[in-house]
């Protein structure tokens, strides 16, 4: 079975630029996680959707940052305008539903704002 | 509130050392817990996880773990540490109540030759 597949693996792009992240998760998973690693802070939950609808996005750095899930089987997280401090790698995560279940990551993409 | 605590954010071991990882949790009602593993350049996997059947639970690779209630732990265990080894490990605890789970901060384990 595929995993969670992110697109694009690397950005770099110039500081003011619109930025695009794209996740397709699991198929048949109920949640999906988007999150921020950074050496500085570690790993961040940014905002988390169920059933498509976002649960809670209080992890979202800015205004800057948006998150949309049209359907089960894709969502995007969006920064405009970038900036430099918004390098770092994220990471989409689906999981089935149930408390008891884990999280599958995907490969991350790495992102560097110039 | 859920919580996890990883003492130790940085661990050593020479190869064929014994690994151990600690990890502590906070929770109100009884958890589910999770160990992940982070390679270089890559997402976080499951190494095992603890779902109330047994304490002892054993994962990929040769760790195991094991839930100790009254020390609210689950401290990740290898009996011979590999080179292959060498990454960073997540702890993370999930409750009925929470809606996700709640990830430690890592701890990298540096394998040495």
């Known amino acids: 079975d595929a995993g969670v597949i992110q697109s694009p693996r690397h950005e770099v792009t110039e500081m003011g630029q619109e930025v695009t992240l794209r996740c397709k998760p699991i198929s048949g998973h109920d949640y999906l996680f988007w999150y921020r690693q950074t050496m500085m802070r570690g790993l961040e939950l940014l905002i988390y959707f169920n059933n498509n609808v976002p649960i809670d996005d209080s992890g979202m750095p800015e205004d800057r940052f948006s998150a949309k899930m049209p359907n089960a089987s894709f969502s995007t997280l969006k920064i405009q305008p970038s900036e430099p401090r918004d390098s770092a790698v994220y990471f989409c995560?689906?999981?089935?539903?149930?408390?008891?279940?884990?999280?599958?990551f995907g490969d991350g993409t790495r992102l560097s704002i110039l | 509130a859920q919580s996890v605590t990883q003492l130790g954010s940085h661990v050593s071991v020479s190869e064929g050392a014994l690994v151990l990882l600690r990890c502590n949790y906070s929770?109100?009602?009884?958890?589910?817990l999770f160990w992940y593993v982070q390679y270089p350049n890559q997402g976080l996997q499951l190494l095992l996880k603890y779902t109330s059947a047994a304490t002892l639970v054993k994962g990929i690779n040769g760790f195991e773990a094991e839930f100790k209630k009254s020390e609210t732990s689950f401290h990740l265990t290898k009996p011979s540490a590999h080179m292959s080894d060498a990454a960073e490990y997540f702890c993370?605890?999930?409750?009925?109540?929470?809606?996700?789970?709640?990830f430690g901060d890592g701890t990298t384990l540096t394998v040495k030759p």
């Open positions: 995560a689906s999981q089935a539903a149930g408390y008891n279940q884990p999280q599958h």
């Open positions: 993370a605890v999930s409750e009925a109540n929470a809606g996700k789970s709640t």
């Open positions: 929770s109100s009602v009884p958890p589910y």
